[in-house]
């Protein structure tokens, strides 16, 4: 009688605890849904801390006066609004997509001359997408705990 007693008392034990939400299910404080739309969800940052760190990036590695980061960002907007646009319209078509990015980058490069002054500048603003990608990823993979899974295959 006292083991059947032990085994009832056990079983509700663990019903009750399975019958529990999980942890990230659970209704959330406003303190965290305050920390959530600071961040973005689950602790990742929202896309303004994403752009403000690009900018912040992009400033550092041009080493852009004011003056310069005045005149430049307007200049650098203008082709991220491009490539969006090119992205969108001719993403079916790979040589169009090509040749369209091609000349909006040659825009780019003839419109950064006088405000970077130097083609080496020039061509490190060029590159620069690329560099904070690439920091972006391995920010993320670190963040994870390890290396990002492996491509999909098609």
């Given at each position: 009688?006292k ?21 990230e299910?659970r209704?959330?404080?406003?303190e ?26 992009i ?5 852009l006066t ?11 907007n ?8 090119i ?24 419109a ?7 083609d ?6 060029l ?8 920091k972006?990823?391995?920010?993320m ?9 492996p491509?999909r295959?098609d």
């Amino acid at each position: 009688m006292k083991y059947l007693l032990y085994t009832l008392a056990l079983s509700m034990v663990m019903i009750t605890t399975n019958a529990q939400r999980p942890q990230e299910r659970r209704p959330r404080t406003d303190e965290q849904s305050t920390k959530d739309n600071e961040r973005g969800h689950q602790g990742r940052p929202n896309r303004a801390n994403i752009e403000m760190f690009k900018t912040k990036f992009i400033t550092d590695q041009l080493v852009l006066t004011p003056q310069e980061a005045e005149a430049f960002w307007p200049v650098y907007n203008e082709y991220k609004n491009g490539m969006r646009t090119i992205y969108k319209e001719k993403k079916e078509n790979e040589i169009e997509l090509q040749e369209a990015v091609l000349t909006v980058r040659k825009k780019l490069a003839a419109a950064l001359k006088p405000i970077l002054k130097s083609d080496t500048r020039i061509n490190d603003a060029l590159k620069i997408d690329k560099e904070f990608l690439k920091k972006m990823k391995n920010e993320m993979t670190h963040r994870r705990g390890g290396p990002p899974p492996p491509p999909r295959r098609d």
